[in-house]
């Protein structure tokens, strides 16, 4: 069974600076990747996904995320966070055949953004 | 495009009260998720159907949790009789059967506060 990892509770960053939000996931194979936003009370936004291709890919808002097999991760970045971005990040992973996926998400990062 | 649709988006009730949650899936997904999102933890999924049949109920605390989707298309979720410990916001969320691996669309998702 796949788990996912998000090392930190929260974290806080100034605005017009960079962001990474680490996720580490556990599975045998590679599995579907995904981050997700989730502003105050409001669903989840799917943000970006991965399971093939080019380790680095392009999201909405300006996100991007990278997969390294290497250190199963799949870490979150963004290169000039703006005040909007404060919000809860959550890393999911989905593994299974189509009748069986199932999609686990990690316990979530907040972001706070200060000016 | 409608997005998944949820009522109602507040509740509050004693403990050994019953509540209902309603689900609208995006039109066409055949795939539904019910999830609880406890403060401070990421969703984790209760049940999911294809069309009108359960494929995953594995997580659902089957004494006291009911869920059905007549017709494959409107959800309800149920909670008889509740504990202070169900304090949480249910999540609905769809996708197509092949979309599932595209990611799910999340509905804002009921709060519900048990007293």
């Known amino acids: 069974a796949q788990s996912v990892t998000q090392p930190d509770i929260h974290i806080t960053v100034s605005e017009g600076a960079s962001l990474e939000l680490r996720c580490n996931y556990s599975?045998?194979?590679?599995?579907?990747l995904f981050w997700y936003v989730q502003s105050p009370g409001q669903g989840l936004q799917l943000l970006l996904k991965y399971f093939s291709g080019d380790t680095l890919v392009q999201g909405i808002k300006g996100f991007e995320a990278e997969f390294k097999r290497s250190q199963s991760s799949f870490n979150l970045r963004k290169p000039s966070v703006h005040w909007s971005d404060a919000a809860e990040y959550f890393c999911?992973?989905?593994?299974?055949?189509?009748?069986?996926?199932?999609?686990?998400f990690g316990a979530g990062t907040r972001l706070f953004v200060k000016a | 495009e409608a997005g998944v649709a949820q009522s109602p988006r507040y509740k509050i009730i004693e403990k050994r009260q019953s509540v209902a949650f309603w689900c609208n899936p995006i039109s066409g997904h055949a795939t539904l998720y019910w999830y609880q999102q406890i403060l401070g933890q990421g969703p984790k999924l209760l049940i999911q159907f294809q069309n009108n049949g359960v494929v995953d109920d594995s997580q659902l605390p089957k004494d006291r949790f009911s869920a059905e989707r007549l017709k494959g298309v409107d959800s309800t979720l149920k909670i008889q009789p509740a504990k202070l410990e169900d304090s949480a916001v249910y999540l609905c969320a769809s996708s197509s059967p092949k979309g599932k691996k595209d990611g799910y669309t999340f509905g804002s998702g009921t709060r519900l506060t048990v007293v």
């Open positions: 999911a992973v989905g593994a299974g055949n189509t009748g069986g996926f199932k999609t686990i």
């Open positions: 599975y045998g194979a590679t599995p579907y």
